[in-house]
């Protein structure tokens, strides 16, 4: 029997262990209320330059202000796909 963590307990643990610590993904400002996981899918994961068979969680924070907004998941996306793609 694996006795390993599973990667949904590692990723919880992740997210309790960042919540407040980490910029808002949209204003930056700090400290944030929420926490959260970015999980991309195939070619998103190849977008932002994970080697292949391998998936990169990007964490992230957000103040109340932005959460609120209702397309903070594409906003979120796009900032995350700047981050990590070469200009």
Same mark, same amino acid.
């Given at each position: 029997m694996n006795r @390993?963590? %599973?990667i949904v307990s590692q990723i919880?643990?992740?997210l309790n262990?960042?919540?407040?610590?980490l910029p808002c993904a949209i204003?930056?400002?700090t400290p944030t209320l929420y926490t959260?996981?970015?999980?991309?899918? @195939?070619? %998103?994961n190849k977008r932002i330059g994970s080697p292949k068979r391998k998936t990169r969680c990007v964490f992230y924070?957000?103040?109340?202000k932005c959460f609120q907004l209702?397309?903070?998941l594409k906003r979120i996306e796009q900032g995350l796909f700047?981050?990590?793609t070469v200009h």
């Open positions: @390993e963590p %599973s919880a643990a992740k262990e960042l919540q407040g610590v204003c930056h400002q959260g996981v970015f999980i991309p899918n @195939e070619s %998103s924070g957000l103040c109340e209702p397309d903070k700047y981050k990590f």
